[in-house]
């Protein structure tokens, strides 16, 4: 979750280290900093809770510089958002050290530390490296290696970038758990989390392997590990036209990614679908062997991901007629699995390095699955690299927090997953072609679900004064209703959550009242007479309904706004009834002045417990 950019160069390190951090506050952060060797040879740090402009401002009020340096946006884990706390941080103003991740072994770390004499400034677990860095390259009078000696103490997750003054033509960096990118330049390299804070300087990166350090210098890198590969060939080349942190016309990323959906959608399609089939070589190479052992399914994924999980599980039980097991992935990492014979294990993550998901895939490497398949939209991420088979969703960059683009992406390529794994379990040609014909309408469907923007707007006008919001769905709507909530507690602060309809007269129904926006997932299927029984039960209690449906058996009355849906395919309509959720979210938020793209509290890629 948080961030790490570091330069060695020919020229002042500042500007880049400072626009790099920039280019990262997507990811979430309660501070920032950075270190600098200056032309003394000494380091120089500077540190500011809250955005990175108070850094930068800091910055230009008293300029540090130099042509080596480190810098860190902080999510906290260990220790309060505080200007102590933040990165990077220093050991007798020898060595700074930023980190991504969490060392479990710091407490033991720190009590020998400390017996050895050393100073802690801060609560964080970060510090103990900067100090064993120090204890070790004073030990065997070796930057590499004294960092090398100091990794091995460490027991956890950590990307990690270091600084020593008496070596300052030098960044070491590692990775263990963490992600972390070289980029390569022209007399200058660097080093960063993500390769989205060098797009400025560099279009050419290597993504570092489990396990391996690298030293980074103006004239060159060195790689310390097990892979052999030259530098030329482990370079990969992104396309710097591609900048997703332009957000065009739009006033957030939030609704520019809400209108990319259409076009994420045909891209995760195209090449993959033809007009009456999905190819399941878009899996991988070995994926129909895996196909044909598959007997059941265990999903395995975090928030929004979860519940496009849970949406599946109704698609391949279904469609395949196979069972399906969703799981929230920080629960089912620490429990005993009984695993079917014949289970495919998939994940699904944005990030591809969501660290409770990873784990879980982990974890299950000695279990009975068939294989494990992974639902990511990072090529060079943990989540890939890790997993047996691969479908990349190709949403594209997506900076705002609150997932849009990737959560419909990941629906459609679930929806894909289905009917090929359906194919060998009794779907026929017909069958495939009718849900085929589906898929490929969402693009159009979505576009028409966006042309209810102002409609939805309006909407969005009764929740600004509530404290608390209730979403209702059936079926495979259920888990829509609950994305639904989960977008709007998260950017517009409101208390939401989302039930299944049928269980209102179980609890929920207690606290309807004039006060409470109750909101109903409610497309043409054949539990629509239920649902509307259960709105019946709210309204009958005063409740404020909004209701999202294509039948004309709803109608504007007291008590009851309406907002007309396209009519579409009941297998696309969990799709299809997500954009108006982020819509209403979205613009529930503006209303009320929050941070829609940086929600307070809450990071984009949850690379931590």
């Known amino acids: 979750m948080c961030g790490i950019v570091g330069a060695a160069t020919r020229r002042n390190v500042a500007g880049i280290l400072l626009e790099g951090l920039q280019r990262l506050e997507y990811r979430g952060y309660d501070s920032a900093g950075l270190s600098i060797i200056d032309a003394s040879g000494q380091i120089q740090r500077l540190r500011r809770v809250g955005k990175v402009q108070a850094l930068a401002s800091a910055w230009q009020a008293a300029p540090v510089d130099g042509q080596l340096g480190i810098s860190h946006t902080r999510w906290a884990t260990h220790g309060k958002p505080t200007e102590d706390n933040a990165h990077p941080h220093h050991s007798s103003n020898d060595v700074a050290v930023v980190h991504n991740g969490i060392i479990e072994n710091h407490e033991p770390l720190r009590i020998a530390l400390v017996a050895a004499g050393y100073i802690f400034s801060s609560d964080t677990d970060t510090e103990v490296i900067a100090h064993l860095v120090h204890q070790e390259v004073a030990s065997c009078g070796d930057f590499r290696l004294g960092v090398v000696q100091a990794l091995a103490k460490l027991k956890g997750a950590y990307a990690v970038a270091v600084i020593h003054k008496d070596y300052p033509s030098s960044i070491m960096a590692a990775r263990v758990g963490s992600p972390l990118v070289v980029g390569l330049g022209i007399g200058e390299n660097y080093v960063a989390s993500d390769p989205q804070a060098l797009r400025p300087v560099t279009d050419r990166f290597i993504f570092l392997d489990e396990g391996e350090m690298v030293e980074v210098q103006a004239d060159g890198i060195i790689f310390h590990g097990t892979n052999t590969a030259t530098v030329a060939q482990r370079t990969v080349q992104i396309d710097t036209r591609i900048d997703a942190t332009d957000k065009g016309t739009h006033r957030h990323y939030m609704t520019k990614e809400i209108y990319e959906q259409p076009e994420t959608v045909a891209a995760t399609l195209e090449g993959r679908v033809t007009a009456k089939h999905v190819l399941e070589s878009a899996f991988g190479v070995n994926a129909g062997a895996v196909f044909a052992k598959t007997q059941a399914i265990q999903i395995v994924a975090c928030g929004s991901s979860y519940y496009t999980g849970l949406v599946a599980r109704y698609w391949f039980e279904e469609i395949a007629g196979i069972p399906c097991s969703v799981e929230v992935a920080s629960e089912f990492r620490y429990r005993q699995v009984a695993v079917i014979p014949g289970t495919l294990l998939v ?69 894909m997953l289905v009917i090929v794994i359906a194919k060998y379990h009794g779907l026929d040609d017909a069958a495939e072609q009718k849900l085929v014909t589906a898929l490929l309408s969402v693009p159009a469907q979505i576009h028409r679900a966006l042309a209810l923007d102002d409609a939805i707007k309006v909407v969005a006008r009764q929740f600004v004064d509530k404290q608390h919001a209730l979403f209702l769905g ?106 108006p959720m982020q819509l209403l979210a979205y613009h529930v938020a503006v209303a009320k002045g929050t941070d829609v793209d940086q929600p307070r509290n809450l990071a984009k890629s949850v690379t931590v417990e």
Do not use: W
Request: aromatic share 4%; with cysteine.
């Open 347 to 415: 994940t699904i993550s944005q990030s591809g390095e969501t660290a409770d998901t990873l784990a879980a895939l982990r974890n299950a490497t000695n279990s009975n699955y068939v294989a494990s398949l992974c639902l990511c939209n990072v090529a060079d991420s943990s989540l890939v690299r890790e997993s047996d088979l691969c479908l990349l969703i190709h949403a594209g960059p997506e900076i705002c927090v609150a997932s849009t683009k990737a959560f419909t992406a990941q629906l459609a390529d679930l929806l």
């Open 474 to 579: 059936r079926g495979p709507h259920y888990p829509v209703a609950m994305e639904g909530a989960l977008k709007l507690k998260e950017i517009s602060y409101i208390h939401a959550e989302g039930y299944p309809s049928g269980e209102l007269k179980h609890g929920p129904l207690a606290l309807v009242d004039a006060s409470m926006p109750v909101v109903a997932v409610a497309p043409t299927d054949e539990l629509l007479d239920k649902l509307k029984s259960n709105l019946q039960e709210v309204k009958a209690r005063g409740g404020q309904l909004i209701v999202f449906g294509d039948s004309d058996r709803f109608v504007d009355e007291d008590g009851t706004t309406l907002v007309h849906m396209p009519h579409c395919d009941p297998v696309i309509a969990p799709i299809i009834y997500t954009i």
